[in-house]
Antibody, heavy 120, light 111 residues
Framework: QLQLQESGPGLVKPSETLSLTCTVSGGSISSSSYYWGWIRQPPGKGLEWIGSIYYSGSTYYNPSLKSRVTISVDTSKNQFSLKLSSVTAADTAVYYC????????????WGQGTLVTVSS | QSALTQPASVSGSPGQSITISCTGTSSDVGSYNLVSWYQQHPGKAPKLMIYEVSKRPSGVSNRFSGSKSGNTASLTISGLQAEDEADYYCCSYAGSSTFLVFGGGTKLTVL
């Protein structure tokens, strides 16, 4: 059974860089059939797609976040990572990682999510 | 403001049917049959309920159905049950530059 697990600091200071890693188990991140993505959800608000990456390193980013986001992949560790720079309180959210089958452009497997708070 | 527009809330009694709308544009919902719906219970990760407008993943009840007309997609839940009370989000492919957009979410209350 495929599992995804987010990890990283739960507290980040304003203007610093938020860094999270998603570890994939029960399946290979190098599969040619899937993208891997990050989605966030501010407290009490809706879902926002951040970006997605293919095992080759090809990426798609939300245009509204593109200038601050970097998503990378480490196939040797079966992990992919998110970096969001120059964070503010508005970036406080639960961050989810998820799998995207290429053909359907959906999120079929999700991590449990991790809350990241931006505060000094 | 979300790219796709959903009603903030809907409600229904057990056994009834409800429909949640998701209105986009000709650049997303109207151009691609790649609309999906997610159910989210409090404190939980979203769960895929419908994909490619009207397809159900294995294990999802056939009480859930999806459709699309023009720039508006819809999720219908028939035979409402207490366990259906949750937030529902639509999502659409929006082309190679924007890629993906979500709706703002709809809170379903089972009375």
């Amino acid at each position: 059974q495929l599992q995804l697990q987010e990890s990283g600091p739960g507290l980040v200071k304003p203007s610093e860089t938020l860094s999270l890693t998603c570890t994939v188990s029960g399946g290979s991140i190098s599969s040619s059939s899937y993208y891997w993505g990050w989605i966030r959800q501010p407290p009490g608000k809706g879902l926002e797609w951040i970006g997605s990456i293919y095992y080759s390193g090809s990426t798609y980013y939300n245009p509204s976040l593109k200038s601050r986001v970097t998503i990378s992949v480490d196939t040797s560790k079966n992990q992919f990572s998110l970096k969001l720079s120059s964070v503010t309180a508005a970036d406080t959210a639960v961050y989810y990682c998820a799998r995207l089958p290429l053909a359907a452009v959906i999120f079929d497997y999700w991590g449990q999510g991790t809350l990241v708070t931006v505060s000094s | 403001q979300s790219a796709l527009t959903q009603p903030a809330s809907v409600s229904g009694s057990p056994g009834q049917s409800i429909t949640i709308s998701c209105t986009g544009t000709s650049s997303d919902v109207g151009s691609y049959n790649l609309v999906s719906w997610y159910q989210q219970h409090p404190g939980k990760a979203p769960k895929l309920m419908i994909y490619e407008v009207s397809k159900r993943p294995s294990g999802v009840s056939n009480r859930f159905s999806g459709s699309k007309s023009g720039n508006t997609a819809s999720l219908t839940i028939s035979g409402l049950q207490a366990e259906d009370e949750a937030d529902y989000y639509c999502c659409s492919y929006a082309g190679s530059s924007t890629f993906l957009v979500f709706g703002g979410g709809t809170k379903l209350t089972v009375l």
